[in-house]
């Protein structure tokens, strides 16, 4: 597997050093031995994910275009392409930097691959609990309640499943006030007169997530969206407390309830 150096400015977040994000390992007879059973016409694509300490990594969403899976306790995942020589690979994982790369096959194989994801420190804001009811029984009776008065935009889990999108960003790129500038969601904040990029306070669960990019987060993870790009429009439950500045607008994510019914 060689990860092409003439595309990195392409994909973001890939260090200047191939293996601190992405390497290749061969491990004798693996890459034949995991195609001996996949159909004429495609091939599988077969790795393991790891922590900075060589801790396997549980849990992690990995997808290529159409495709995508998580890894197991070992940490590792499977995945079959069809019959092509290059392929972007996507790694996100909630508390940890995303990881994007694009793989060449050899000889017409995919090597066996090693990914280490590197921690991402996130400093959680302050919770205020004021009711007693869990996330799974409340649902998304405030989020509807929100929608019905109309301010903000309000994407779905029906919207997310027909759109298809592989990323959040390319799901939020046709929305109003939006712009993705090389995979991060930015809004346009206007000061003295002119406007100027800026990057949204992102929300997850209720929770203000500091420094966090949408795309760290697949879209098959996702129940529903609010965006609010103006300051106007920012539902006082998502605005910043004692912050020194305001966020130029903001993103609330809510995930997918496990093992229960999504409305």
């Given at each position: 597997m060689r990860v092409s150096t003439s595309s990195a400015n392409l994909f973001r977040r890939i260090a200047v050093t191939v293996m601190a994000l992405i390497s290749a390992m061969l491990v004798p007879g693996a890459s034949v031995a995991a195609q001996e059973r996949v159909p004429t016409g495609q091939r599988q694509l077969?790795?393991?994910?790891r922590d900075a300490?060589?801790?396997?990594?549980?849990?992690?969403?990995?997808?290529?275009?159409?495709?995508?899976?998580r890894t197991d306790a070992r940490g590792a995942?499977?995945?079959?392409?069809?019959?092509?020589?290059?392929?972007?690979i996507a790694l996100r994982m909630v508390g940890f930097e995303p990881v994007d790369?694009?793989?060449?096959?050899?000889?017409?194989l995919w090597d066996t691959v090693l990914v280490q994801m590197e921690p991402t420190a996130q400093r959680l804001g302050g919770v205020k609990v004021t009711e007693?009811?869990?996330?799974?029984?409340?649902?998304?009776?405030?989020?509807?309640?929100?929608?019905?008065?109309?301010?903000g935009t309000f994407i779905t889990r029906e919207e997310i499943v027909a759109r298809g999108s592989s990323r959040l960003s390319?799901?939020?790129?046709?929305?109003?006030?939006v712009n993705v500038i090389r995979g991060r969601v930015r809004f346009v904040a206007y000061t003295s007169g002119r406007s100027?990029?800026?990057?949204p306070d992102i929300w997850l669960d209720g929770t203000r997530s500091q420094a966090m990019e949408v795309?760290?987060?697949?879209?098959?993870?996702?129940?529903?969206?609010?965006?609010?790009p103006y300051l106007s429009t920012i539902p006082a439950e998502f605005q910043r407390v004692g912050a020194n500045t305001t966020p130029c607008g903001t993103i609330v994510i809510w995930s997918r309830i496990p093992n229960g019914k999504s409305p």
């Open positions: 077969v790795g393991v994910v300490g060589g801790a396997a990594l549980e849990g992690v969403a990995v997808s290529i275009p159409g495709l995508s899976a995942f499977a995945l079959q392409t069809g019959n092509v020589d290059t392929v972007t790369a694009l793989l060449t096959a050899r000889n017409g007693t009811l869990t996330r799974a029984a409340l649902g998304l009776r405030n989020f509807e309640d929100r929608r019905a008065r109309g301010i390319d799901l939020l790129r046709t929305k109003r006030g100027t990029m800026c990057q795309d760290e987060l697949l879209p098959s993870t996702v129940e529903a969206i609010e965006l609010y």
